[in-house]
């Protein structure tokens, strides 16, 4: 007799997750995207004050609309999106999950592009979708013609596109986003389209973000998240913008109060400090693209990257130098296509340490090659 009575596809399955290590183990962690950047010891009592002043009221449950994070949110984004148009819950992977609930089940197809996000046939599996995965051309961009047939073979209920992708770092054109939008609207489900940008922040300039196409197509979500540029991650929070129609099916599926009044505080108080939090997201940005050219410059092959994370390789034992560099104390991630890492952007001293670490174990790997 099997126990527990864990369903048969999830049998044997890992958990997902990268690596955590301590900071004894790994000093210079760049494996999950995260900002290095910790708030200001101001905006940290900021937060702090919120949250004692929401302590005091812990016994009843918080407001189940988050009204007041929704309006925030929504001034945030700007684009004219109104707080009718927002949804948000503990980090964009929840939220992500609460739209397969809502638009997916059994019967029922999502669709993505691979090399892709690895939670999204998790979400899939989760609440018994059918997982359908097209291809990427070899720079990683989508497919267009392809994408689109798929859509209309298939005619997915969620599409799902991240933009920058993960782990790829590949933007996708607006172009792409309305051609899938109408392609899927035109199927007999009408699909919606979620065009996840969870790194859309670190995009390089003139890159556009999928807001721009909220008033033109109905069956548009886009998705950000507080863990990325806005140096939140501890925090979980993740929002979306679509229309409103798409928010209050959410509301049918989430679980009542998810949102802890404790979450609502710290998001409101942080919200108070976006420039603050967000400050150095040029920084990062010009960061990254001194390592993407440095990359290069090693002779490695790099995928163009609007994120705050850059693929590159391809290396015969990906493990070998995954392992060299923690055994120098710099811990990457070891993802994506055979043969490919992928390194977050960190501090201008941790890319240094990434730097140095990676070209002795580039060296140790030629003399073994020889
Ligand atoms: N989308 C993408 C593409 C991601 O890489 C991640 C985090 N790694 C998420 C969504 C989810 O992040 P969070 O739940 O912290 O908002």
């Known amino acids: 007799m099997d126990f527990p009575p ?20 790994a000093p210079v962690q760049l494996n999950v995207n995260e900002n290095p950047y910790g708030p200001s010891a101001a905006c940290a009592a900021d937060i702090a004050a919120a949250v004692a002043e929401a302590a005091t009221t812990l016994n009843r449950y918080p407001d189940r609309e988050f ?13 004219g999106v109104t707080a009718d148009q927002v949804w948000a819950a503990n980090g964009s992977n929840e939220v992500m999950l609460q739209l397969l609930q809502a638009f997916g089940g059994p019967r029922r197809v999502a669709l993505s592009f691979a090399p892709t996000y690895s939670m999204y046939p998790e979400y899939a599996r ?10 990427r051309e070899t720079d990683f961009a989508l497919d267009l013609d392809h994408a689109h047939d798929l859509v209309k073979e298939r005619q997915p209920s969620v599409v799902l596109l991240p933009s920058p992708n993960n782990p790829t770092g590949t933007a996708l054109p607006l172009e792409a986003v309305t051609a899938l939008c109408e392609a899927a609207a ?14 859309g922040e670190f995009r390089r300039a003139g890159t556009p973000s999928a807001l721009e196409l909220l008033p033109r197509h109905r069956n548009l979500v886009v998705t950000r998240t507080m863990s990325k540029a806005f140096a939140l991650a501890g925090a979980r929070v993740g929002y979306l913008a679509a229309a ?67 693929l590159f390789g391809t290396f015969a034992d990906r493990h070998a130098v995954w392992q060299g560099l923690l055994d120098r104390g710099v811990l990457v991630r070891e993802t994506g296509p055979d043969g490919w890492l992928r390194v977050s952007i960190g501090t201008a001293q941790e890319m240094q340490a990434f730097q140095d670490a990676l070209t002795q174990v580039m060296a140790l790997h030629r003399e073994d090659g020889r």
């Open 67 to 79: 009204t007041a994070l929704r309006e925030a949110l929504a001034s945030y984004l700007g684009h």
């Open 244 to 310: 409103p129609e798409i928010c209050d099916a959410i509301r049918v599926v989430r679980l009542p109060y998810h949102l802890s009044a404790v979450t609502q505080a710290t998001a409101l108080a942080a919200l108070r400090h976006a420039p603050e939090l967000l400050g150095k997201v040029d920084e990062l940005r010009a960061e990254r693209d001194r390592t993407v050219d440095w990359l290069r410059g090693q002779g490695l092959t790099v995928a163009d990257t609007d994120a705050n994370f850059a």
């Open 6 to 25: 864990l369903r048969e596809e999830l049998r044997g399955v890992e958990p997902y997750g990268a690596p955590q290590l301590s900071l004894e183990q």
């Open 126 to 135: 989760d609440t018994v979708t059918e997982w359908v995965v097209g291809h």
């Open 186 to 199: 035109g199927t007999g489900q009408s699909g919606v389209v979620v065009v996840d940008e969870a790194y």
